[in-house]
């Protein structure tokens, strides 16, 4: 392989430590400063970027930012905009403590819309999807099999947000996200499938426009089944063999 080509497993681990090693710096100046949960959520999501960044102009290595075919991109917006929902059912079977259920209802609910979105949907779609799918996994499944570098850069990325309540469906979004990038080549459809995914979430936990969130609770059988099949439509896009 080239110097334009994908990190080697080595390199990506190198790139992780190095990002969590800098988030732990970034989350002790927050602390000593009390900074205001959105702006360290911005902050924290910029650092995430910041390593790959580096490593990029330093190595040559690609970050996997290349254009793919609409069919992935297409899948991906289905998936997107309807397995939050399946997971946020998921959620509801867990035993999420109280405090992190607040903490994530004061950063989602508090600030204004667009501020909201920037920090909670568009930063991490962009930034998380480069590391840990454009870094990670595709360094990872240039060593292992693709379904062994799907799961364990999943476990990483679900490890990484250190919060029990999304543990498990943030595992399972990652592995989502991996398949999606090993398919398409690229972490471009990743990065629309995350957006979405974390724009309709808070949209709705806002509820915004009003009675988006009246619509899911008062069908919620309903909204189930819809977003089942619209991922299941997502997925099969994606997973259709190229008829040439």
């Not at 090693?21 to 009390?34: D, F």
Request: hydrophobic residues 60%; aromatic residues 6%.
């Amino acid at each position: 392989m080239g110097r334009d080509s994908a990190f080697s497993p080595f390199e990506a681990i190198g790139i992780l430590s190095a990002t969590l090693a800098t988030l732990i710096v970034v989350g002790v100046v927050n602390s000593a400063i009390a900074m205001p949960l959105v702006v360290a959520a911005i902050v924290g999501e910029l650092a995430i970027l910041a390593m790959p960044v580096i490593a990029r102009v330093v190595l040559g290595k690609r970050l996997g930012v290349t254009r793919t075919s609409w069919r992935f991109v297409a899948g991906a917006a289905l998936i997107g905009t309807s397995a939050w929902y399946v997971n946020l059912r998921l959620i509801d079977l867990l035993p999420i403590p109280e405090g992190e259920a607040e903490h994530l209802r004061r950063v989602v609910e508090q600030p204004s819309l667009v501020v909201t979105l920037l920090a909670i949907a568009v930063l991490p779609a962009v930034c998380e999807e480069v590391l840990f799918r454009g870094v990670l996994f595709r360094g990872l499944a240039a060593r292992l099999v693709p379904w062994a570098a799907c799961l364990a850069s999943a476990a990483v990325f679900a490890a990484y947000h250190m919060n029990f309540g999304q543990l498990v469906p943030t595992f399972l979004i990652g592995i989502v996200l991996a398949w999606i990038t090993h398919r398409a080549q690229s972490v471009v459809p990743a990065m629309v499938a995350h957006l979405l995914n974390n724009v309709a979430g808070v949209l709705v936990s806002r509820d915004q426009p009003a009675g988006l969130r009246a619509m899911f609770e008062q069908h919620p059988a309903i909204a189930l089944c819809a977003a089942a099949t619209l991922t299941g439509a997502g997925i099969a896009i994606i997973a259709r063999r190229p008829t040439s």
